[in-house]
């Protein structure tokens, strides 16, 4: 089901007539998309979960760039993780390690000086210039594959195009929609029928909160124990933080 297809099950609801254009056809596009990215933002499925990299970095690196020469992304909503694929450390090839993500107002709390040892090195953050900081950083001559996880943004809307979300996102989308238009339902029949929509509406949202909380279609990235060792730790250059 693309685009168009949901233009038209709405369509179809609010009893006027497919391809139809002008104001009232705009404003359900602009109101399909709205709710669309509602529903990525809340619940960010995992067709929108995209990998960055690797980014290989040595002990002389103390950030990476989010765009040019570093992981080159330009569709950015959310970070989500920091990975650190094969990687070689004391001789040693260890299995992959997970830093979350962390605003940066956090990080500037959690890394104080007056922490000393105690700041944390599993996490990662993207500073005001747009280059991402991670806890630590390789000692001597070894090296780390970094890959970025992050929420990218949904493609351009358009009749033909298919929406990055699951299936069942997309009823939500036709009932919330449809919603909208209340001035569509005034006869006891369709006054019947926006009562069946909206019930519709309201348990599919349900559901999909519940799948979520099952972590059904939704991106789910198990986390690693930490990295064993000492490691060498730099931390952001920031005139908020150095």
Not at 183 to 205: D, M, N
Not at 211 to 240: D, E
Request: proline content about 6%.
């Amino acid at each position: 089901m693309n685009y168009g297809d949901i233009k038209n099950t709405i369509l179809l609801n609010l009893d006027l007539p497919l391809g139809m254009t002008g104001d009232v056809s705009d404003h359900i596009d602009y109101k399909i998309q709205e709710i669309t990215n509602e529903l990525v933002g809340d619940l960010k499925p995992k067709e929108i979960l995209a990998k960055a990299g690797p980014v290989s970095v040595t002990n002389g690196d103390d950030e990476i760039p989010l765009g040019i020469g570093g992981f080159a992304v330009t569709d950015l909503v959310t970070p989500y993780a920091i990975t650190l694929g094969t990687y070689t450390d004391y001789a040693d090839t260890r299995d992959e390690q997970f830093l979350p993500y962390m605003s940066y107002e956090a990080w500037i709390q959690l890394n104080s000086y007056k922490l000393g040892n105690e700041r944390p090195k599993n996490g990662f953050t993207i500073d005001l210039d747009n280059n991402i900081i991670i806890g630590s950083f390789p000692e001597g001559t070894n090296t780390w594959d970094v890959y970025l996880w992050y929420y990218k943004e949904i493609g351009a809307y358009g009749p033909s195009a298919t929406p990055e979300i699951p299936i069942y996102y997309r009823g939500v989308i036709t009932t919330g929609v449809t919603l909208e238009f209340p001035q569509y339902f005034k006869t006891p029949e369709r006054l019947a029928l926006y009562s069946q929509i909206k019930s519709r509406y309201e348990g599919l949202k349900v559901k999909l909160h519940t799948l979520k909380g099952h972590g059904k279609g939704f991106a789910n990235i198990k986390s690693r124990t930490s990295m064993s060792g000492s490691r060498g730790t730099i931390w952001p250059r920031s005139p908020l933080t150095s």
